[in-house]
Structures are given as structure tokens and as C-alpha cells.
């Protein structure tokens, strides 16, 4: 299992002298990117969620390629996929004006992350930084430990557990899809060819499917969205849950959790955050700060980017 590095060095107010303006400049920032389109919440906490997946929360998922440089953004799960970039971009220029060489990408990504999920009415936690910069990237890794939209639940589970995440962080931080959406390609297997068999998947309640034929063609339309919860798309809720006690969750690796014959422990969390909307937010607070925790670079280690697309020179 992987552990932290690090991790037991982060601090709440590790910029209190060097950069005390830092949560209001990213506040400020992510409520201008919410307020033109409330989906960059949910692009931003996907960022984190495939940083995090990949040498840990060091910022790499934010590297261009370059001739001499391979990133992660053009790795299977990532291309054509992720999005807000720009964002990051220039909540880093206001947070480089105020305090120039301080404050690194990776903590950026953390703060940002966690004000999006609050600005669509979800909760809130005090977010230990800290982190730094790595110099690297790694495609490989993007490609073999982020989990696929098709995933089995004996995969999300060693998924996870491979970032020191449990099965409760998993059904946890599953909870992220109450807020977004997905391309076609993602979700279109479930439709026209589940198991393999040409049919659609048996799980699917009947008018939901009805709903997402005309959103996904069998040929063409890879880029096509459909919201992950299609009843409060822009708003943080324990939603999520409840579709997926109905038969409506989008992709099949979120649907598998509420299924009581692949597992009983996924299947009560399910009942028990659809139940109380409390107890999904304070978990997921808790879940956040684990996730973000992974594998982080401190102290001499990596550096502070000047700018989040790549390496300083």
C-alpha cells in the first residue's frame, strides 16, 4: 500500500506569514470559473482525483508535453477528457502576483477542489498544505492506475487500496459524480453491448435508458454529455446515492456499488449516504484530506512551478 510522503507535514496555516491572502485569492478565483459554468467544479475535482492517482498529489497531471517531455494529459483516461486547465492557469497568475515563488501548483489543486465542491452548496473543510511541485510526469501510470468508467468492483477496490484509500473512501469519494458530467464513450457499453452480449445492461431502470439512447449512439457521438445525476447536476447533494438505489446511476462503476450481490458493505453505504446527507459530507470532507494526502512532495523535494504547464528552467 502506498503511504504518504510527507503527508504528516502538511499544516492549515502553512502560508499564514508568506502568503496569508492565498484561500480568498483562490475563493475568488473559482467562484469567477463557477459563475460563467457551474460544471468547472466538478473538471477541477476530477483534476485532483487523477493527480492524486498518479505519484501522488504532486501536480504532475497539470505538465504539457514538450519534444524532450512526456505528460499525462494525452494518457488514455485523461485525453479529450480533462478539463479546467485554464482555470488553474489563472487562479496561479493571481495567487503569483500576490506571492510570487510561494505557493505551489499542488496545493492550488487542493484549495480549488475543495472551493468548488462549496460553491455548489457542498461542504466545506480547512485544507492542510504544503505540498510541492514534482518535475515529473508519468503516462504509464496515468494509463494503469486511474479506473476505468467500466470498472468491476474487485477493481475500483484495488484501485483504491493502492492509494492507501478504503472501501468506505471509495463509495465516498464516488460521491464526486453527484456534480458533472460524461462523454458518451464512457457509458455507451451499458447500452448497446453489456457483458459483451450486444444487449443492454439488465440494471439499467428502463426509462432512464430510454433517456440516455437519445444522448448516445450506438456509432458516432463520443463526446456527447449526459450528467452524471440528472436530477441536481450543478448541485453537491447525497443525490448521487439515491440514483443509484433507483437504477440510475451513468456509469457502470458507479452503478456496481449499489448492487447487494457483488457487495454488502458498498451496498449499505450506498442506503446509509442516501439516508443522511450528513453523514455523506462528513465523510467526504475526511475522505478529501486522506486523498489529497497521497504520496505529497514537502520540504526540499520537487519545487514550486512558476507556472503549472511545466517545469521551472
Given at each position: 500500500?502506498?503511504?504518504?510522503?510527507?503527508?504528516?507535514?502538511?499544516?492549515?496555516?502553512?502560508?499564514?506569514?508568506?502568503?496569508?491572502?492565498?484561500?480568498?485569492?483562490?475563493?475568488?478565483?473559482?467562484?469567477?470559473?463557477?459563475?460563467?459554468?457551474?460544471?468547472?467544479?466538478?473538471?477541477?475535482?476530477?483534476?485532483?482525483?487523477?493527480?492524486?492517482?498518479?505519484?501522488?498529489?504532486?501536480?504532475?497531471?497539470?505538465?504539457?508535453?514538450?519534444?524532450?517531455?512526456?505528460?499525462?494529459?494525452?494518457?488514455?483516461?485523461?485525453?479529450?477528457?480533462?478539463?479546467?486547465?485554464?482555470?488553474?492557469?489563472?487562479i496561479k497568475s493571481r495567487v503569483e502576483s500576490a506571492c510570487p515563488g510561494?505557493?505551489?501548483?499542488?496545493?492550488?489543486?487542493?484549495?480549488t477542489s475543495r472551493d468548488g465542491v462549496s460553491l455548489l452548496n457542498g461542504?466545506?473543510?480547512?485544507?492542510?498544505?504544503?505540498?510541492?511541485?514534482?518535475?515529473?510526469?508519468?503516462f504509464n501510470e496515468a494509463n494503469t492506475n486511474i479506473p476505468a468508467p467500466?470498472?468491476?468492483?474487485?477493481?475500483?477496490?484495488?484501485?483504491?487500496?493502492?492509494?492507501?484509500?478504503?472501501?468506505?473512501?471509495?463509495?465516498?469519494?464516488?460521491?464526486?459524480?453527484?456534480?458533472?458530467?460524461?462523454?458518451?464513450?464512457?457509458?455507451?457499453?451499458?447500452?448497446?453491448?453489456?457483458?459483451?452480449?450486444?444487449?443492454?445492461?439488465?440494471?439499467?431502470?428502463?426509462?432512464?435508458?430510454?433517456?440516455?439512447?437519445?444522448?448516445?449512439?450506438?456509432?458516432?457521438?463520443?463526446?456527447?454529455?449526459?450528467?452524471?445525476?440528472?436530477?441536481?447536476?450543478?448541485?453537491?447533494?447525497?443525490?448521487?446515492?439515491?440514483?443509484?438505489?433507483?437504477?440510475?446511476?451513468?456509469?457502470?462503476?458507479?452503478?456496481?456499488?449499489?448492487?447487494?450481490?457483488?457487495?454488502?458493505?458498498?451496498?449499505?453505504?450506498?442506503?446509509?449516504?442516501?439516508?443522511?446527507?450528513?453523514?455523506?459530507?462528513?465523510?467526504?470532507?475526511?475522505?478529501?484530506?486522506?486523498?489529497?494526502?497521497?504520496?505529497?512532495?514537502?520540504?526540499?523535494?520537487?519545487?514550486?512551478?512558476?507556472?503549472?504547464?511545466?517545469?521551472?528552467?
Amino acid at each position: 500500500m502506498k503511504m504518504s510522503r510527507g503527508g504528516d507535514q502538511l499544516s492549515t496555516d502553512f502560508y499564514f506569514y508568506t502568503c496569508p491572502q492565498l484561500e480568498e485569492i483562490v475563493y475568488r478565483g473559482m467562484h469567477d470559473a463557477v459563475q460563467k459554468e457551474a460544471r468547472l467544479a466538478a473538471s477541477i475535482l476530477r483534476l485532483i482525483f487523477h493527480d492524486c492517482f498518479v505519484q501522488g498529489c504532486d501536480a504532475s497531471v497539470l505538465l504539457d508535453d514538450t519534444p524532450s517531455f512526456q505528460g499525462e494529459k494525452t494518457a488514455g483516461p485523461n485525453n479529450n477528457s480533462l478539463r479546467g486547465f485554464e482555470v488553474i492557469d489563472d487562479i496561479k497568475s493571481r495567487v503569483e502576483s500576490a506571492c510570487p515563488g510561494i505557493v505551489s501548483c499542488a496545493d492550488i489543486l487542493a484549495l480549488t477542489s475543495r472551493d468548488g465542491v462549496s460553491l455548489l452548496n457542498g461542504p466545506k473543510w480547512d485544507v492542510p498544505l504544503g505540498r510541492r511541485d514534482s518535475k515529473t510526469a508519468s503516462f504509464n501510470e496515468a494509463n494503469t492506475n486511474i479506473p476505468a468508467p467500466n470498472s468491476t468492483l474487485s477493481q475500483l477496490i484495488s484501485k483504491f487500496s493502492a492509494q492507501g484509500l478504503s472501501t468506505l473512501d471509495m463509495v465516498v469519494l464516488s460521491g464526486a459524480h453527484t456534480i458533472g458530467k460524461a462523454r458518451c464513450v464512457t457509458f455507451r457499453q451499458r447500452l448497446y453491448n453489456q457483458g459483451g452480449n450486444g444487449t443492454q445492461d439488465p440494471i439499467l431502470q428502463s426509462s432512464f435508458g430510454e433517456q440516455l439512447l437519445n444522448a448516445c449512439p450506438q456509432v458516432g457521438g463520443d463526446n456527447n454529455l449526459s450528467p452524471l445525476d440528472m436530477f441536481s447536476p450543478t448541485v453537491f447533494n447525497s443525490q448521487y446515492y439515491h440514483n443509484l438505489l433507483m437504477g440510475e446511476g451513468l456509469l457502470a462503476s458507479d452503478q456496481i456499488l449499489a448492487s447487494p450481490t457483488s457487495s454488502m458493505t458498498t451496498f449499505l453505504l450506498t442506503h446509509s449516504f442516501a439516508n443522511s446527507e450528513a453523514e455523506f459530507f462528513e465523510n467526504f470532507k475526511n475522505s478529501m484530506i486522506k486523498l489529497n494526502s497521497i504520496n505529497v512532495l514537502t520540504r526540499s523535494q520537487g519545487e514550486i512551478r512558476q507556472n503549472c504547464r511545466k517545469v521551472n528552467t
